[in-house]
């Protein structure tokens, strides 16, 4: 096995100790690097478990000690020196392609710039900045184009998949990491055991040199149980109701201010691939600066609703329900719903109930089935392999096990929030639920 | 092409009341696909080709209770099964009536294949993957050897049955 030198330590919660080689160090000082230390983790999420301040530096530092516990029980990568710190490069900067409010940003852009999912993301970004940023290319060097391959792979080896999979690095440090900053112990599981069966399963499919990031049957526990983890933080954090309303009330503010105030730089949301004027101006963005950019526009209502959030004066939801408990014809329509269609709901609603539209927000809420998809919706993983002591490969949910016979975890909720006094709360959620009956 | 969320419903709403296997859901789907009715999103699995978008979709119409979900049990393993709820059955038809023109061919693809088992379409839907991968007409013997170097286990006589159900689908010649 390689023995990494390492020329620096840094101690983080979950890991303690992290070591550094000499170049990571670089690349931790990068100017790149260091701006994950002015982006939360879990953007909003501080207004609800007021320690989730972390940031996506420390996490990023996580996930490189996590990939590298992993890594080390994958002799193809253990014993190949140059493959080990390629996929140490790529663990530590997978989110430095993050904007402002982590994934928030992302929506953000999509609305804005009017882009599908495919279109825009942290992955692109962050491959983008590689490719483009002189600092992180003069610290990689010839690690550079290996280090791209990781984070965007045409075919997948196991490495590709302790980057990036359902049992990735990422996953293991950020169950941990938000759990602990949120105090809440629903991302609590037993990872040591995860990280211990964690094997290479060869691929065997069109390009027989593919393989997987699986484990052996015996962590079959210790993986239904960080399955379990990954839906309950879903359902008690990243997706909290309080969160969600104020995650939407940024992105309206955002919108507003983008849309009304002609002088505002909408620039900064309009994403080309490798677009360099795109990527400095990324570069200088955080999540104070985002705020300071609405402040400063002259939109009055986007004011209004950033200063409201700054001072936790939030939304409220006067409509809530589970997608099945709305009638089948309006679950259907609802179902189709585009976002210009969203827009006509909210004014339409808005006029009905007496509010200014601005300040009403439709959200439909999905809290994923964690069998197959990745948060925020993204269902690029695949399925979990195992393999049997007698080394027949078996989908995860194809093996016996709470959650395959249960199968209750997904979760698809119709909101809608406005700002209403608390004396009207009720007066307001009857006139929104009779609206939501008798017109859609 | 329809939003995969619609091709699963109607692809329900034809296999009526006796509803479909999820093997059997993915492979109608991934013939489907290949008529251009819903967009491509397969790829090869160890159970053949297989839609992670698909997976998802059935799911999320299970959690609007627009699709039963059940599980059986079988020898073998597992199975999850999805039929039209009651609610389902009310809008079917004016989705169907929606989306008439784009499904043109689903209703055909669903009934020749809603009475086969699971590894008959499977070996299908495998042995169609090969042929548009290697992208030029194969012996069966060739597509034996080809799957073999897979890890995929097919016989002659499965290869001939597997050609025969893709000529009733109109996806070989």
Redesign the interface.
Known sequence: MTDLEFSKEVRIPIHGYVGLTEKEVELVDSFCFQRLRKIKQLANTHLVYPGATHSRFEHSLGALETGYQIARRIKSICNDEDKMRRLRYAILLHDIGHGPFSHVFEDIVMRIGKLKPSEFSHELVTVDLLCNDEELMGILGSDLDGVVDLLRPTTKFVEHHIVSGPLDADKIDYLQRDSYHAGVAYGVFDAVRVIHTLKEIPG???N?RESYLGASIKGREAIIGMQLAYYYMHEAVYSHKTRRIADAMLIRSIELAATNDESFDTNIFQYTQDDKDFLESFKKLDDRKLVDLVLESSDKTAHEIIESLNRRKLFKAVFGKD??EIN??T??NL?QITYEETKKLEEALGEYIGIDPNFIIVDRQ?ID?PL??EPYGI?????I?FETEDGK?L?F??I?SPL??T?SG???RFWVYAQVKEDERKEKEKLVEDFINSSL | MVPD?VAVFLTTYYAGSKGLLRTQLQKILYFASQRGILKDSF?????GP?S??I??SA??L?????LV?T?EFFPE??G?KYRLSD??K??AP??KEKFNHSIKGLKKIVTVCKNQGTRPLSIAAKVHY?LK?IGAPMSPKEIVAQAK???WNLSPDEIKAASDLLKKLDLIE
Do not use: H
């Open positions: 065997g499919f069109l027989r997608m099945s089948p014809q679950r259907m179902t999905s089935n197959y998809r269902p690029k993983t695949g399925p392999y490969v989908e949910a194809d016996p395959s016979r199968r997904s979760v698809e | 969320w790829g090869p699995d160890y159970y297989f992670v978008s997976a998802n799911e999320s299970v959690n609007k209770k627009f979900e599980i393993g597992i999850y609610d389902g009310k809008v004016l989705l090969i991968t170097q897979l890890n």
